[in-house]
């Protein structure tokens, strides 16, 4: 499984391919996953997640999507919806998400809503933690097996970054427990990363990495102190981590911290 070259259509499955946006980073891996979904018979399509405000990757998105149902949003971070608000001007598309400030010509999703267009359908399924309006789409349509939608909170490859006070640990366990109990099989669409292919699978390694990073969260204060700051802990925990990483290190710290003090 390959990420696909920047701005070029890859098909992933019967009912979902993918433009890869170029905002490389240590935030975006290698750039923002587009999702474009249509049945094969379509003559439109929906746009999950349009990136950032990049008129150029835009106009990618518009050319290969033909004629947009809707827009839809994982979360509010700008990688993802940055966007939207030029794509809805190009194509005409409602935009929808779970956060009603980033809803333009329709309403706020619903957790277990289903969104019916372009020949498929998706359900809503709030999935908070690395944000709190955080939402999965579980996706479904003629010939092709279940997939979700992850946003940020499956990556195709690393751990998702949690970041207080809009993110929280304890919300995005039990998100990741959720997920654990998907079909095995179903597919991950992630917001940035290449497609995995079964999502149970991953959210209990993802469950396990949490649970040993607890671990040594604990073995730190042991060592430093109750009131430690996050800071400290990542000199100790995130020792063998590339520096440039340790900002938000310290911010899924404060999650672990939070979650551990409560």
């Not at 499955?13 to 433009?19: G, I």
């Not at 498929?120 to 944000?131: S, Y």
């Not at 997920?179 to 940035?192: F, I, M």
């Amino acid at each position: 499984m390959t990420t696909p070259a920047y701005g070029e259509l890859r098909s992933v499955t019967p009912l979902a391919s993918v433009l890869l946006e170029d905002n490389p980073g240590p935030m975006t891996l290698d750039g923002t996953n587009t999702w474009l979904l249509r049945a094969p018979d379509a003559a439109d399509s929906v746009v999950v997640d349009p990136g950032e405000d990049d008129e150029e990757h835009l106009r990618r998105v518009t050319g290969a999507a033909g004629r947009v149902a809707v827009v839809l949003i994982t979360h509010r971070h700008p990688d993802h919806v940055g966007g939207a608000r030029r794509l809805a001007e190009l194509t005409g598309a409602p935009v929808r998400a779970l956060d009603p400030s980033l809803v333009l010509g329709s309403e706020a999703l619903a957790d277990g809503e289903v969104v019916a267009a372009a020949g498929v359908e998706l359900r809503v399924v709030a999935t908070p933690g690395h944000t709190s309006d955080s939402v999965s789409m579980l996706l479904s349509g003629p010939g092709s097996g279940p997939a979700v939608l992850t946003g940020d909170t499956i990556l195709g490859r690393g751990t998702t970054v949690i970041a207080p006070p809009d993110g929280a640990l304890g919300a995005y366990l039990a998100s990741l427990r959720t997920l654990a109990d998907l079909a095995p099989g179903t597919t991950v669409l992630p917001g940035h990363g290449p497609e995995l292919p079964d999502a149970a699978e991953t959210a209990r390694m993802y469950l396990a990495h949490r649970e040993q990073r607890l671990e040594q969260v604990r073995g730190a204060l042991e060592q430093l102190g109750p009131d430690a700051t996050p800071r400290q802990v990542v000199e100790i925990v995130y020792a063998d981590v590339d520096q440039v990483l340790w900002p938000a290190a310290e911010w899924s710290v404060r999650a672990q911290l939070d979650y551990l003090r409560q």
